[in-house]
């Protein structure tokens, strides 16, 4: 009974509750997840008031509480959410590299393309520049006659 009072006296102090469920789940929880954790202590605190009541009427003689399974439960849960947060973020980089990637082949091309376009241009205006030599040529050939 003393074991289960004294149980419940450290869950009942929010101080040493999160200290604690940051040295069981070694890392910092986001606020979402930490009230939720709450949520969860608040649960197991009203069962652990109703099994102090029980023990303090001697309705049940012998209640043991697995206080680890609560929180190696808590710690799977936290991992996994965490894992997920990891993947949504990697998921998400992947994307940006994506289209950054893309981004850059496409500026590749318009520059491939502008680069086509510019010799072209200078062929165009070597085939003129010959075209109005040729004449010349022909201008002065008759004029000769």
């Keep these: 009974m003393h074991s289960i009072q004294n149980a419940f006296r450290f869950l009942s102090n929010s101080e040493i509750f999160s200290r604690f469920r940051s040295k069981i789940f070694g890392f910092q ?4 997840y930490s009230s939720l954790m709450d949520s969860m202590m608040s649960d197991f605190r009203t069962k652990l008031d109703r099994l102090t009541e029980l023990l303090a009427t001697g309705e049940a003689t012998q209640i043991q509480i697995d206080v680890e399974t609560f929180t190696k439960r808590c710690g799977r849960i936290a991992q996994e959410k965490q894992a997920r947060e990891q993947l949504k973020h990697d998921r998400l980089a992947y994307l940006q590299t994506n289209a950054s990637r893309r981004a ?6 318009k520059a491939a393309i502008a680069e086509k376009a510019g010799q072209a241009e200078q062929l165009e205006c070597k085939i003129a520049a010959e075209t109005v030599s040729s004449w010349k040529i022909k201008i002065n050939y008759f004029k000769n006659e």
């Design 104 to 109: 850059a082949d496409i500026a590749e091309r």
């Design 29 to 32: 929880m986001s606020t979402s």
